[in-house]
C-alpha cells in the first residue's frame, strides 16, 4: 500500500476512531484509506495474514458504535471511494463506490429524472456503503422499503481479500442464495462492501403533506392507523408525542405548537397524479380521529418548516432535562398502542418522560427516555429504562432494532429476539465468511 | 407420525415423485403429508436420525425439478397445511401455511381491499411456500417486485427437527442478518418453510392495457425501453417476438395477428388515478416507436383476451414443430438487444427458430429453441442451443435464472455466473444449516 493511503500517526489514528455513539474507543494500529478496490483487497489480504481485526468504516454516522476503532486493529476508511461510476436511465440503476454520499447520489440521479428511494437522516453525510451494511431506514420506508429493496447486487472483498460480485446486475435473479441481502444489514462482519449497483426508479412528484396535532394518543394513533392502512398510502407518516411536543416547543417557539396536544403527525405524498386527493384524504382522517389542528404544506418551504419539527427531535429531546437516551425499535404497528401503554406504566414508575417518536408508518419509534445528566442516579435509571422498552418491544413480538443497527450499542440483547439455533446459524455463516474473525469482531453477532 | 400422515405404498409414492420437467424421478421410500408444524418437525427429527434425504413438496409445479424425488428419500408435502390463520388489515399482513395455494391467498386479501402482488404464471396451483421456496417472479413484477419482497418473516423448521422463526414480523428490523432473504429462493435445502408472515399493499385499481405490434425488433424494443424507463411504471410490460408470433396466429387464429408483425407487446397499468394518461403515454411510446397496429384493453374481459397471446405462450411455441425448449434467463435490460443479436445469429447456424419472449420490463426473457421432438438431431441440437442462449446471458452480465429456479435441470451451468469464493461459501451456508446433507441433496447448489 502506498504511503499516503497508509497513516499510522496516533493522533490521524484518534481522529478516526470514534462514530457517533461516542464510546470509549480502542487503540488502532493503522487508518488506511483505500482509493481502490485493490486497496481493500489488499488491506485485508494482509489483514487475514496477520490475523488483524479490520475496522471498515463510512462515514462514521452510525449510531451503533460499529465503526468505533478496536484495539489493535486497522481502520479501512472507505469514504474516498467516492466516485458514482455510473447513471444508467434504460436499467434505472447507478453504479457507485461506496464512499458516494446519500445525498449526492440522490442528487446525481434526479438530473437524469430518476429517484433513489433510500433517505436515512443522515443522508448528507452518511456514505452509500455505511448505510448498505446497517441497512439503513428513514422517513420514506413506508412507501419505498428500506435500503436492501434499493441494492441490486454488490461487489465485496472477501476477509482474505478476495474481490467477488454477490450476484449479476439484473433486476431479477434466482441462481444462487441471496448472498447480497445477507451483506446488507451485516455491518462489515462477512465483507467489505467496494462497489454497488443500485435500483433507482422514476422520480416521484414534489411533496406535499399535512401535518395534525390531537390532544390524545389513542386518536393520532387510530389516524395514522387509517393512513397506513388504507389506499393512498402516503410517502412519509411520522409521529410525534405529547414529551417530543414539549421539547419541540422549547427549541422551536416559532412552531407554535398548541399547549394542549399531546401528539402530532405529518403524512406526505409525493405523487405525480392525485395529489392533491391524496392530502384531502390524509386530512380527512385527522379531521374523523379529532384533530385539534390541521396544516397544509403545499410548496418546498412549507413542507420544510413543517418538517422541522420532526427533523429536530433530538435537540428537542435534549433541550428537555438535558439528556435523553436514543433508542430505535419496532413493532407491528397494531401493537404501537401496547407499547404506549407500558412505556407510560414505565414512566410513572421512574419518574422520568419517556417519547415514542418516529416513523409510525412501519411501526419504526424511536423511543427516549429524559433525563438530567447531573444526577447520576438518573443517569442510570434511563439507560436501564430505555433497555426495559426494548426489551418489551421484543416481548410484543418486535425487534430492539428497526434501522440503528447493533454495533455494540446493542449486543447484549439482540439474542433476546433470535431462536438459540439462528444464532448459532448466524454465528456459523460468520465464521464461514470470516474464519479467522477479523472483520468487525465483536460488533453485530 | 400417525397412519394417515404417512404413505409407504409404491402407488402413492410414485403419484407425487414427479415434478413439471419430467424428469425420471428417484424412489422415495415414504410421503408424509404434513398437517402441523409439529408433522414437519417429527419427519425432519426422524430424517436427520437416519441420515435421511427430505424432498420438500408444495403443488410440484415447479420447472427446474427441485421437488422430483430422489433414491431413498422422503417426500415431505406441505400441500395440506393449507390454511390462511391471519388477514391483518392495520398491518397489511397475512399469516398463511405454506400449502396455501397463490390465487386462494389473492382472493382472500382481496376481500379485504388488499393485494398479495405476486403473480407467479401458476398461481392458481402453485403454493405459498413453493412459490417462496423458489423466489417466483411473474408479469407484475416490474412494478411489485420478486416474492422476496413481500416475505416479512418466516417459521422454518431446520434440519434437525427444530422450528424457528426467522426475524420479528415487523416490517423494518435490522438485529439479525437477513435469513429470512436467505431461505427465500433457496428451494428447500436450507430449511423447510412452515409458516409466511407476508406483506400486502393497498389493492390497485383496475387492470387495463393497451397492446401493439411491431414489424421491427429494434422498434419494439425502443418502444418498451421507453416505457420501461419512464415515469408511469407499467404494472405488467410483456413481449413477444416473431417466432413466439407464428405459433399464437397457429394455436389463436381470432386474435388476428398481423402477418408482417415480428413483435408484440402489453402495457398494462392498474393505476387508481392517472390510468388514462398511463394509457395514452403507452400508446405513445408505441406509436412514436412504428406500432403498425395499436389496441386498447378496457375491460377485465378485453384485457383477458389479449393477454392470451402472451399467457398461451408455451402452447404456441410447442405448436410451431412440435417441441420448445422452455428457458428461463435475465440481462440488464440494455443488453436485450445484444443478445436478440446472439440469439439470431444461433438461430441461423443451426437452423432452428428461436423465440424470446417473455418479461422485458425487468429483463427476464424465456428464450425458446423449437424443434421437431422425431428427429433426435434436431432434439440435442435445440438443447445444446438452449444451453448455448444461457451462457451468452451469462457472458453479457446476466443470469442464467431469473425466476424459475435452479433445482436439478440448471445445476451444471449455475456456477458459470457465481465467483468460485462465493460457490465456496454458499455450500458452506449450507453445511451450516444441514450438517447432515438431508435437505434436498443435490439440488440448487
Redesign the interface.
Known amino acids: 500500500l502506498s504511503d499516503d493511503v497508509v497513516a499510522t500517526d496516533p493522533t490521524t489514528i484518534a481522529l478516526h476512531s470514534a462514530d457517533m455513539p461516542g464510546l470509549r474507543a480502542g487503540q488502532a494500529v493503522a487508518l488506511v484509506r483505500a482509493r481502490t478496490t485493490e486497496d481493500v483487497s489488499t488491506t485485508l489480504r494482509i489483514a487475514h495474514e496477520t490475523r488483524t481485526p479490520v475496522v471498515p468504516q463510512g462515514a462514521r454516522s452510525g449510531l451503533a458504535g460499529a465503526a468505533t476503532a478496536i484495539d489493535g486493529s486497522i481502520l479501512l476508511d472507505l469514504s474516498e471511494m467516492n466516485r458514482i461510476l455510473r447513471i444508467?436511465?434504460?436499467?434505472?440503476?447507478a453504479v457507485v463506490q461506496p464512499g458516494v454520499i446519500v445525498a449526492d447520489l440522490q442528487a446525481a440521479v434526479e438530473a437524469h429524472?430518476l429517484f433513489y428511494p433510500p433517505d436515512p437522516a443522515s443522508a448528507d453525510r452518511a456514505t452509500i456503503g455505511g448505510t448498505i451494511a446497517?441497512?439503513a431506514?428513514g422517513m420514506r420506508?413506508i412507501k419505498y422499503?428500506?435500503t436492501?429493496?434499493s441494492v441490486r447486487s454488490l461487489q465485496i472483498v472477501?476477509a482474505d481479500g478476495?474481490v467477488?460480485?454477490?450476484?449479476?446486475?439484473?433486476?431479477?435473479?434466482?441462481?444462487?442464495?441471496?448472498?447480497t441481502?445477507?451483506i446488507?444489514?451485516?455491518e462489515g462482519t462477512?465483507a467489505v462492501i467496494t462497489e454497488a449497483t443500485l435500483s433507482l426508479?422514476?422520480?416521484p412528484g414534489r411533496p406535499r403533506g399535512v401535518t395534525a396535532t390531537f390532544a390524545s394518543l389513542a386518536e393520532a394513533f387510530a389516524a395514522a392507523?387509517e393512513i397506513?392502512?388504507?389506499?393512498?398510502?402516503p410517502a412519509t407518516l411520522e409521529f410525534l408525542d405529547g414529551v417530543a411536543l414539549t421539547g419541540v416547543r422549547m427549541v422551536q417557539p416559532e412552531l407554535a405548537i398548541p399547549h394542549d396536544a399531546v401528539a402530532w403527525l405529518i403524512a406526505i405524498t409525493d405523487?405525480?397524479?392525485?395529489a392533491e386527493?391524496d392530502l384531502a384524504s390524509y386530512e380527512a382522517a385527522f379531521r374523523a380521529h379529532g384533530a385539534r389542528t390541521v396544516m397544509r404544506a403545499e410548496t418546498p418551504e412549507e413542507l420544510a418548516v413543517q418538517l422541522t419539527a420532526r427533523r429536530a427531535l433530538n435537540p428537542a429531546l435534549n433541550a428537555i432535562r438535558g439528556g435523553a437516551t436514543h433508542g430505535d425499535l419496532?413493532?407491528?404497528?397494531?401493537l404501537l398502542r401496547d407499547l404506549a401503554v407500558l412505556a407510560d406504566e414505565l414512566s410513572a414508575e421512574t419518574g422520568l418522560p419517556i417519547s415514542l417518536a418516529g416513523?409510525i408508518g412501519?411501526?419504526?419509534l424511536h423511543p427516549t427516555v429524559i433525563y438530567d445528566p447531573e444526577d447520576p442516579a438518573q443517569v442510570e435509571l434511563a439507560h436501564v429504562t430505555s433497555a426495559k422498552l426494548h426489551e418489551l418491544a421484543?416481548a410484543v413480538?418486535?425487534?430492539?432494532?428497526?434501522?440503528?443497527?447493533?454495533g455494540v450499542v446493542?449486543l447484549g440483547s439482540?439474542d433476546g429476539?433470535?431462536?438459540p439455533?439462528?444464532r448459532e446459524?448466524?454465528r456459523?455463516?460468520k465464521?464461514?465468511?470470516d474464519p479467522l474473525g477479523i472483520l468487525n469482531p465483536g460488533r453485530?453477532?
Chains 1, 2 share one sequence.
Not at 444508467?88 to 440503476?93: K, L, P, Q, V, Y
Open positions: 444508467d436511465t434504460s436499467d434505472r440503476a429524472g446497517t441497512n431506514g420506508c422499503g428500506v436492501r429493496d472477501l478476495t467477488a460480485r454477490t450476484r449479476p446486475a439484473t433486476i431479477k435473479g434466482v441462481a444462487g442464495l441471496d448472498l441481502s445477507l446488507v444489514g451485516s462477512l426508479i422514476p422520480a392507523d397506513a392502512s388504507g389506499h393512498r398510502l405523487a405525480h397524479v392525485g386527493d419496532a413493532v407491528p404497528r397494531s416513523h412501519d411501526g419504526n421484543q413480538g418486535g425487534t430492539i432494532s428497526g434501522e440503528h443497527g447493533v446493542k439482540v429476539e433470535l431462536a439455533a439462528l446459524i448466524q456459523g455463516i465464521r464461514i465468511f453485530k453477532l
